[in-house]
């Protein structure tokens, strides 16, 4: 697909839960090339300097909010702080996402369950609830929802369980959205060279890119309920 032949994101605000570094910044630098202005999240404000310096180079506004998407506390200050900083919020990318340490499957407690899902489930559906009603009023939103391909790792399986969930809510939310020009759309972003993913990942972090953007740069009542592999897509001319 050539991204760059779709109409441009001039004007529109952008949030993307942790952007502070790793996909999210990725992200948010490849909104910034197509003139989005960009919400930069981070557990912390102070997180978002590398972010911000990085974005300082494109002509479009920028802002920051922080809090720790594990705690209901947390998640309200990044809606308020959003809120407070931005017109509107036109795409919200639900990027922000934790994995469990390794153990075996049948040792892995509650707490761990519960913190996986706080973060990369629960957070997700507060935001949405948040900022897609704007979106409906307005004619037009795009949700994009971080997922995964993993499978067959039982260690793993907090993350790999929250991520199936955040599958079947994007199919859920699209039905629900469907004929609004609210699109949303599941990305699976790949095993990348990043904190989480590590060193031995299959692709560096800066192949995430164009694919990443495509739910974002989708025509008026275009494609929704989908998932999409970030690494099916390159650049064109």
Not at 47 to 57: K, M, P, Y
Not at 155 to 166: D, G, I, N, R
Request: proline letters at 5%; glycine letters at 10%.
């Amino acid at each position: 697909m050539n991204t760059r032949s779709v109409d441009t994101l001039a004007g529109r605000w952008a949030l993307v839960t942790g952007s502070t570094r790793g996909i999210g910044q990725q992200i948010a630098l490849g909104l910034a090339e197509f003139d989005c202005n960009v919400i930069v999240h981070g557990r912390r404000s102070a997180h978002a300097g590398e972010t911000l310096h990085l974005l300082s180079e494109y002509a479009v506004e920028t802002a920051v909010v922080a809090g720790d998407l594990a705690t209901r506390a947390g998640v309200r200050s990044v809606i308020r702080g959003a809120e407070k900083r931005a017109p509107r919020i036109d795409i919200l990318y639900n990027n922000a996402g934790i994995q469990n340490a390794w153990q075996p499957v049948w040792e892995i407690e509650r707490p761990t369950w519960q913190e996986t899902l706080d973060v990369n489930l629960f957070a997700m559906v507060e935001l949405t609830n948040a900022f897609a009603p704007g979106m409906l009023e307005r004619g037009y939103g795009r949700i994009v929802n971080t997922s995964s391909g993993i499978r067959d790792i039982p260690e793993l399986a907090p993350y790999s369980v929250s991520k199936a969930a955040v599958d079947k809510y994007s199919t859920d939310l699209a039905a629900e959205l469907e004929g609004t020009n609210v699109l949303v759309n599941a990305l699976d972003p790949g095993w990348l060279s990043t904190d989480m993913g590590g060193p031995n990942a299959d692709h560096d972090v800066t192949t995430v890119l164009p694919g990443a953007l495509v739910p974002a740069l989708l025509p008026d009542f275009g494609a929704s309920g989908e998932k999409l592999l970030a690494q099916e897509y390159e650049w064109s001319d």
